[in-house]
T-cell receptor
């Protein structure tokens, strides 16, 4: 079964550094998402992406964050200057359709640790 | 602002018994609800869903019940198996607004042999 793949599985970075989290969505999916989960908290929506542009973003997704689809397969999340509170599990997801009943397919996540 | 609430952080059940995971929501615009299951070191995977036009949806050992008037849904697993041990997330979407699922905090289910 096709799956969403994320790299790296764990990223450790120092505060103030830039990080890029990478994702390869399922190939025939058109909608892409980033979520994050801070330890012990809920899974929070960050941003959705369709047709090479952001379609929706949350208040968490401020100017420090950006997303890009640099080629036909990768979907990246960049954090420009990391803060301690950015430490979380970051999940990439994709869906075939943008409908309520089109479930998201998630990758295994990247654990980001900011020291 | 927790629009989707899972008030039980954990649940422990004996193998073979029923597991009942609960979820409440506050946004009356939500009209589609999904349950995701998450194992350690993996991402959430879709399990079962229900539309607001129904009050029950069944798939094998998994049944989701929806009580719209109470803004409450529950996931029943019967019989529970040790392999069901995972974190279960309730999520909700609105076809009239954002299709982006809003997730709860999750409930960690442990099924003891």
């Amino acid at each position: 079964e096709p799956e969403v793949t994320q790299t790296p599985s764990h990223q450790v970075t120092q505060m103030g550094q830039e990080v890029i989290l990478r994702c390869v969505p399922i190939s025939n999916h058109l909608y892409f998402y980033w979520y994050r989960q801070i330890l012990g908290q809920k899974v929070e929506f960050l941003v959705s992406f369709y047709n090479n542009e952001i379609s929706e973003k949350s208040e968490i997704f401020d100017d420090q964050f950006s997303v890009e689809r640099p080629d036909g397969s990768n979907f990246t999340l960049k954090i420009r200057s990391t803060k301690l509170e950015d430490s979380a599990m970051y999940f990439c997801a994709s869906s075939e359709l943008r409908l309520s009943n089109s479930p998201l397919h998630f990758g295994n996540g990247t654990r980001l640790t900011v020291t | 602002d927790q629009q989707v609430k899972q008030n039980s952080p954990s649940l422990s059940v004996q193998e073979g018994r029923i597991s009942i995971l609960n979820c409440d929501y506050t946004n009356s615009m939500f009209d589609y609800f999904l349950w995701y299951k998450k194992y350690p070191a993996e991402g959430p995977t879709f399990l079962i869903s229900i539309s607001s036009i129904k009050d029950k949806n069944e798939d094998g050992r998994f049944t989701v019940f929806l009580n719209k008037s109470a803004k409450h849904l529950s996931l029943h697993i019967v019989p529970s198996q040790p392999g069901d041990s995972a974190v279960y997330f309730c999520a909700a979407t609105s076809s009239g607004g954002s299709y982006i699922p809003t997730f709860g905090r999750g409930t960690s289910l442990i099924v003891h042999p």
